[in-house]
């Protein structure tokens, strides 16, 4: 059973930057895939990005691609999602999920049905 927590959500300007972490109860850091999700007010969740510990590889949805990018620190099992030129669309509360990856592309993962563990979501909104 992996646990995962997020942490980083608040209140930012549109414009700004916000950096939000996922700690792994376990090492998840290998042969596992990543991701985050998103779920506005009134919206279901959908996919954010996606992160590949074989080999590193992302995927972004295209509205936040160029303006978010995913880093890890191993040492601490975390993994961190960078949000940078936020808009108000991405208010939400946003969800680390993970899984063992099973072979298939890194866009295989943007679905939710294939994720095994969720975490309990931080909330990002927009202050302006």
């Known amino acids: 059973q992996v646990q995962l927590v997020e942490s980083g959500g608040g209140l930012v300007q549109v414009g700004g930057s916000l950096r939000l972490s996922c700690a792994a109860s376990?090492?998840?850091?290998?042969?596992?895939?990543m991701g985050w999700f998103r779920q506005a007010p009134g919206k279901e969740r959908e996919f954010v990005a996606a992160?590949?510990?074989?080999?590193?590889?992302?995927y972004f949805t295209d509205s936040v691609r160029g303006r978010f990018t995913i880093s890890r620190d191993n040492a601490k099992n975390t993994l961190y999602l960078q949000m940078n030129s936020l808009k108000p669309d991405d208010t939400a509360v946003y969800y680390c999920a993970t899984r063992r990856w099973s072979g298939e592309r890194i866009w295989y993962y943007s679905s939710i049905a294939t994720y095994d563990y969720w975490g309990q979501g931080t909330q990002v909104t927009d202050s302006s």
């Open positions: 376990e090492r998840t850091f290998s042969s596992y895939v």
């Open positions: 992160f590949n510990t074989n080999g590193g590889s992302t």
